[in-house]
């Protein structure tokens, strides 16, 4: 069995993030650190039962993480991720090594689009409410908003426009992405589920993590998560694509709701694997 899942307000939580719900961190296990100093967190129930579910799945960690941003994370710098999949499956990392093949497809599909990168994050950049680049990588840009300024009726005009020509751009709270159309975790997900000739269950928050448990055969997400909110937004998704089903979702919100999740997963697991 394949064990997929997002990262950030999925797996972990950050300090800030839990400071906004009012959740306060005691007991909490802390699972990123930057500058030495703890910045993201799980319940410790929770982090028992991922490491279990490591030794007993095909582990792939999906997230809209550059490989160094992603690693800072004590359950992915141990090399105990079979797959790390990065920038929403622009890059595929297996046993930390780099998938050539995934590379070249992915390479092939964005020296295909009619508009490059530049070109397209330079329309993006003149969005009310875009604030700076916040960072550039080879095929994807992210850009800090200001919430209070950021219009919907132009960013839904560039969206469309730019997805004619093979682009998403997608907000998510205070930074917008612009990355390939036709990349994205679900298409990453199925690479690696042929590859590994075995099915998947899934769990993730997100708009970008639809795709990723559509390829599953069983979803989760966390109560409260961005899916459970907006899930059934029709405007947040192209036009070919559907909107989220079939989702299970847990009682409880946050660091709960994933010691909710990945207690059941483990109770799956171990009915599957006996």
């Known amino acids: 069995m394949i064990l997929a899942a997002d990262l950030d307000d999925t797996l972990i939580f950050s300090t800030r993030r839990l400071a906004a719900a009012g959740v306060a961190r005691d007991g909490a296990a802390p699972v990123e650190y930057k500058d030495g100093e703890p910045v993201a967190f799980m319940t410790a129930p929770a982090l028992a039962a991922l490491l279990l579910l490591r030794r007993n799945t095909v582990f792939v960690l999906s997230t809209l993480r550059g490989e160094e941003q992603a690693r800072r994370v004590v359950f992915i710098r141990d090399g105990g991720c079979r797959y790390l999949c990065c920038q929403n499956g622009l890059y595929i990392y297996r046993d930390g090594a780099a998938d050539a ?56 005009a560039l969206r469309g426009e730019l997805a004619r020509r093979g682009w998403r751009l997608q907000r998510q709270r205070r930074k917008l992405y612009l990355l390939p ?71 409880q919100p946050l660091m709960a709701g994933t010691e909710e999740i990945l207690l059941r997963l483990c109770e799956i697991i171990s009915i599957q694997t006996r």
């Open 181 to 251: 159309l036709d990349i994205d975790k679900g298409k990453a997900l199925l690479y690696i589920r042929e590859r590994e000739g075995k099915e998947a269950v899934g769990l993730g928050d997100s708009y970008f993590d639809w795709p990723l448990l559509a390829a599953c055969r069983r979803r989760f997400s966390p109560a409260g998560s961005s899916l459970a909110a907006a899930g059934a937004a029709a405007w947040e998704f192209q036009p070919d694509e559907a909107a989220p089903e079939g989702i299970e979702f847990s009682r």
């Open 101 to 156: 093949v995934w590379a070249e497809r992915v390479a092939r599909t964005v020296a295909a689009l009619p508009l490059n990168l530049a070109a397209a994050a330079a329309r993006a950049s003149e969005l009310p409410g875009v604030m700076r680049l916040f960072r550039r990588y080879e095929h994807m840009a992210v850009f800090a908003v200001e919430a209070a300024e950021f219009a919907a009726a132009p960013y839904l």
